[in-house]
């Protein structure tokens, strides 16, 4: 058992994130749809855990 569950928990959904936006070549929008979540949630969670990518400001939410 985790000795800081939040923080494994994080570490787990970093690594998933991380995984589906480098399997989507860092687009946001294909990356929320092949993990079953919205562009504004995936966007959210990105920050949330300090998560870094390419065109990270593009208003559009895709790496061009």
Do not use: C, M
């Not at 939040?6 to 860092?26: G, H, M, P, T």
């Amino acid at each position: 058992i985790p000795a800081d569950l939040q923080a494994w928990l994080d570490q787990q959904e970093r690594e998933i994130l991380v995984k589906a936006l480098n399997e989507s070549r860092f687009n946001r929008t294909a990356a929320a749809s092949r993990l079953g979540l919205s562009l504004r949630q995936i966007r959210y969670r990105i920050a949330r855990l300090g998560i870094n990518t390419p065109g990270g400001d593009d208003p559009h939410g895709d790496a061009t």
